[in-house]
């Protein structure tokens, strides 16, 4: 299959907080599955809108890499779907992040 990204995924499970609108006081415990340079693919359990504005907030406290340190920043909700297991109750979100994830793109080493 012919990939179309830009950017290659990085995996990792790193738990965040997921604020549904970028000046919600509100918070979703959820967690990064994984990211890119310039976007996040995250898990919550609140289904999120195209278009809708989030912001993540990364504990970074389990992670050696680009990710950790990422503190709060906001992006866009470029899709949203509901987990491929049956009643899971869990969303898949494809997130792009407003001025990128990480100051350069991440290299084919951090894949290794």
Same mark, same amino acid.
């Given at each position: 299959? =012919? *990939?179309?990204?830009?950017?290659? &995924?990085?995996?990792?499970?790193?738990?965040?907080?997921?604020?549904?609108?970028?000046?919600?006081?509100?918070?979703?415990?959820?967690?990064?599955?994984? +990211? !890119? +340079?310039?976007?996040?693919?995250? *898990? @919550?359990?609140?289904?999120?809108? $195209?278009?809708? +504005?989030? $912001?993540?907030?990364?504990?970074?406290? @389990?992670?050696?890499?680009?990710? @950790?340190?990422?503190?709060?920043?906001?992006?866009?909700? &470029?899709?949203? !779907?509901? &987990?491929?297991?049956?009643? !899971?109750? +869990? =969303?898949?979100?494809?997130?792009?992040?407003?001025?990128?994830?990480?100051?350069?793109?991440?290299?084919?080493? @951090?894949?290794?």
């Amino acid at each position: 299959m =012919f *990939e179309k990204r830009k950017w290659p &995924r990085v995996l990792c499970l790193e738990l965040c907080e997921m604020h549904p609108g970028a000046d919600s006081a509100r918070k979703q415990s959820s967690r990064v599955l994984n +990211y !890119s +340079y310039n976007g996040l693919l995250l *898990e @919550t359990d609140m289904p999120l809108g $195209k278009g809708q +504005y989030v $912001k993540i907030d990364v504990r970074g406290k @389990t992670m050696e890499n680009a990710l @950790t340190g990422l503190g709060r920043r906001v992006g866009k909700v &470029r899709w949203c !779907s509901p &987990r491929p297991e049956q009643l !899971s109750g +869990y =969303f898949a979100v494809g997130v792009e992040m407003l001025g990128g994830v990480s100051e350069e793109a991440p290299s084919c080493e @951090t894949l290794r």
